[in-house]
T-cell receptor
């Protein structure tokens, strides 16, 4: 059974703080993703990674960075948190196949920036 | 880049009726179309998917159809039950050595008992 965990379920930070969100998967998946989920906007891709030390920008990378030093761990970093980054953040992982890509999601981190 | 539009945003049906959710995508290179269900307070989970070389796929009460020419794909749920109430997300993926997946905005389905 695939397990994707995220470091916190709820997080409250102040504007300007540096924020780290961590995601760990235990199934040796190559692919890892970070999304933010906002009402009416669905899941928007922030960054993704196909391999260790590799990263690619998604649709909304501004204000975020990522780190993938180990295969099982993908970190999302908010260098200087702002109130418009208040959101639900979801991590996902998948094992690459030639024609399908089932993503397994973590439980989410609800981040509030005051 | 890829854009996925999903309609309706909210859908309310009576138990036992059918529900249909429609999506369109913009990038003709998209070749994989998954659907995820997210129950309240839980994480999204894959319920069905379809590849671009297939026109229709069925799994019990759930079916998905794909029209590549029109860039439309739809989710059909028959004989709806209260436990089908959730938010459903369609997505379109492009395999460029790894999959990049773009999600629709979601449809909140209410099944009234």
């Amino acid at each position: 059974d695939v397990k994707v965990t995220q470091s916190s379920r709820y997080l409250v930070k102040r504007t300007g703080e540096k924020v780290f969100l961590e995601c760990v998967q235990d199934m040796d998946h190559e692919n890892m993703f970070w999304y933010r989920q906002d009402p009416g906007l669905g899941l928007r891709l922030i960054y993704f990674s196909y391999d260790v030390k590799m990263k690619e920008k998604g649709d909304i990378p501004e204000g975020y960075s990522v780190s993938r030093e180990k295969k099982e761990r993908f970190s999302l970093i908010l260098e200087s948190a702002s109130t418009n980054q208040t959101s639900m953040y979801l991590c996902a992982s998948s094992f690459p196949a030639s024609s399908t890509d089932t993503q397994y999601f973590g439980p989410g981190t609800r981040l509030t920036v005051l | 880049g890829e854009n996925v539009e999903q309609h309706p945003s909210t859908l309310s049906v009576q138990e036992g009726d059918s529900a249909v959710i429609k999506c369109t995508y913009s990038d003709s290179a998209s070749n994989y179309f998954p659907w995820y269900k997210q129950e309240l307070g839980k994480r999204p989970q894959l319920i069905i998917d379809i590849r671009s070389n297939v026109g229709e796929k069925k799994d019990q009460r759930i079916a998905v159809t794909l029209n590549k020419t029109a860039k439309h794909f739809s989710l059909h749920i028959t004989e709806t039950q209260p436990e089908d109430s959730a938010v459903y997300f369609c997505a379109a993926s492009i395999n460029t050595g790894g999959f990049k997946t773009i999600f629709g905005a979601g449809t909140r389905l209410f099944v009234k008992a």
